[in-house]
């Protein structure tokens, strides 16, 4: 069993950056690949970064050089910094804890999720 709890979210104005963090329970969290997805009204959940036990890294597309995932096992978190964020980029995001890399699909456990507004 892994538990979740997001932190950061927030309103942030275009251009500007903003942190996420997702803390984990389990001694099992360095085995575990990790994520973030983000789920704008009327859209469905996207998948937006991950990374493996051992630091490799996925991005979506929409967030290639501007977002960056990392990971540190010793605390159990892993983050999600935001740079240059856009107005497209608001949405509920969620972190995920998943047995797959980089598809996320299997044994996924979620976080509860944080709202990130970017204004314009």
């Known amino acids: 069993q892994v538990q979740l709890v997001e932190s950061g979210g927030g309103l942030v104005q275009a251009g500007g950056s903003l942190r996420l963090s997702c803390a984990a329970s389990g001694r099992t969290f360095s085995s575990y690949a990790m994520g973030w997805f983000r789920q704008a009204p009327g859209k469905e959940r996207e998948r937006v970064a991950a990374?493996?036990?051992?630091?490799?890294?996925y991005y979506a597309d929409s967030v290639k050089g501007r977002f960056t995932i990392s990971r540190d096992n010793a605390r159990n978190t892993v983050y999600l910094q935001m740079n240059s964020p856009k107005p497209e980029d608001t949405a509920v995001y969620y972190c995920?804890?998943?047995?797959?890399?980089?598809?996320?699909?299997?044994?996924?456990?979620w976080g509860q999720g944080t709202q990130v507004t970017v204004s314009s």
């Open positions: 995920a804890a998943a047995l797959t890399f980089p598809t996320m699909k299997s044994g996924t456990y």
């Open positions: 990374i493996s036990w051992n630091g490799d890294t």
